[in-house]
Every structure is written in structure tokens, then in C-alpha cells.
């Protein structure tokens, strides 16, 4: 089990507005370490969307929007597009357990 | 454009040691800010942190996985390496090499390569 936890799937149609959470703890967010979230097409390499909660790297759409808060964080997908469904992942810092770089359990979005 | 592209046997006995080679071109890997490291993803199942490491520093592990895995690199060849001992179908997964950088996230990463732990 990841200590981030995310939502197994999230769905919406086009053009609505999704949010997936990533539920952290005092030894990972709520210690203030940075929230990054990725895009995964299963058998690709993941895309680095997000970093440090709510900065997106040059080429990712301004739809895609972080944000965070005490032990928790949150993806926001704007304007779906049939391009968005396939998996997403925070990832920060944990201090337990002499520190690690810690992944959620990921979240399947749905384009209905 | 840095480019990442991992290799490996594809199949592994249970009990051997995996070892797969990630080579790096575009970028050197000694660079400033630049860590280097592996990530996993079991099928079915999410990203696994396995470990990471500055060119000329000790990696740091994955406390879950640290006994069993070792990290290095190979600056005259722009190398990465992965090692995992005495592997179990537990470690049936594909893996990524991936650049971290020193604000904490994974900027680059390879296409990954399936390794399958089997008899």
C-alpha cells in the first residue's frame, strides 16, 4: 500500500471539469514537502505534469492545474478530452522509515 | 533532448540477479542537479521509487527494497545500472530509468523494459 493515496478511477465527460486528491500524512506533505504529479499511458514512458503542487513544466496545456493543502494535494483536469483518460500519479517525500520517494496508488481517469 | 533507454535480459530465473543498463544520451550524467535512478511498475499495480543516486554520491534506496537492489553509474560510458538479487516473481515488473532532479521530481524518463521472473 502507498502512503499516498489516491482514488482508484475518476470519470467525466468532455468538457467537464475532474479532480483527483492525494491523500498524504505529517510524514509527507503535511511535513510541506512538494507534491509532483505525472501522466501514464500504460507501456509509455510517464509524463511529468505537475511539480512542486502547482508549476506545469513548458508544453503542458494550462488545463491540467495543481494545488495543495495540509497532509493533502489535487490534480484538476479542466476541458476533458478523450486524450486525458489513462492513469495519473502524485509522488512526494516521506520521512519515515529513513526517507524515500514515495508514489500514490494512482488514479484511472474516464472520458465517458 | 535527453533520451533514457533501458536494457535487459527480458526473463530472469527466480533466485538470479537482474541487471539492467540504462544508457543516457542528449545530457551527461554527471551533471549539476541530476539524479539518477529506477522506478517500477508490477502489473496491474502502480509506481514503485526503487532508488536514485548523484553521479560521484551513495544512492539512496527504497527502505522496502534496500537489501536487495544496488544503484550505480558509469560516467565514461553516460551509464546507469540496476542491479536486484535473488529476485522472486514479486519483482516481475517494468522498469524505468528516470532523471530526478534536485527539487525532487522525475523530469525524464525511459520507455521502460519488462523483466518477468520465471522459472
Not at chain 1, 27 to 48: C, E, F, M, R
Not at chain 1, 62 to 90: M, N, P, V, W
Not at chain 2, 36 to 48: A, D, H, N, T, V
Not at chain 2, 85 to 102: G, N, P
Request: hydrophobic residues 30%; proline residues 5%.
Amino acid at each position: 500500500q502507498s502512503v499516498l493515496t489516491q482514488p482508484p478511477s475518476v470519470s467525466g465527460a468532455p468538457g467537464q471539469r475532474v479532480t483527483i486528491s492525494c491523500t498524504g500524512s505529517s510524514s509527507n506533505i503535511g511535513a510541506d514537502y512538494d507534491v509532483h504529479w505525472y501522466q501514464h499511458l500504460p507501456g509509455t514512458a510517464p509524463k511529468l505534469l505537475i511539480y512542486a503542487n502547482f508549476n506545469r513544466p513548458s508544453g503542458v496545456p494550462d488545463r491540467f492545474s495543481g494545488s495543495k493543502s495540509g497532509t493533502s494535494a489535487s490534480l484538476a483536469i479542466t476541458g476533458l478530452q478523450a486524450e486525458d483518460e489513462t492513469f495519473y500519479y502524485c509522488q512526494s517525500y516521506d520521512t519515515s522509515l529513513s526517507g524515500s520517494r514515495v508514489f500514490g496508488s494512482g488514479t484511472k481517469v474516464t472520458v465517458l | 533532448q535527453l533520451q533514457l533507454q533501458e536494457s535487459g535480459p527480458g526473463l530472469v530465473k527466480p533466485s538470479e540477479t537482474l541487471s539492467l543498463t540504462c544508457i543516457v544520451s542528449g545530457g551527461s550524467i554527471s551533471s549539476r542537479g541530476s539524479f539518477w535512478g529506477w522506478i517500477r511498475q508490477p502489473p496491474g499495480k502502480g509506481l514503485e521509487w526503487i532508488g536514485d543516486m548523484f553521479y560521484n554520491e551513495r544512492a539512496s534506496y527504497n527502505p522496502a527494497l534496500k537489501s536487495g537492489v544496488s544503484i550505480s553509474v558509469d560516467t565514461s560510458k553516460n551509464q546507469v545500472f540496476l542491479k536486484v538479487y535473488s529476485v522472486t516473481a514479486a519483482d516481475t515488473a517494468v522498469y524505468y530509468c528516470a532523471r530526478r532532479t534536485s527539487l525532487g521530481y522525475f523530469q525524464d524518463w525511459g520507455q521502460g523494459t519488462l523483466i518477468t521472473v520465471s522459472s
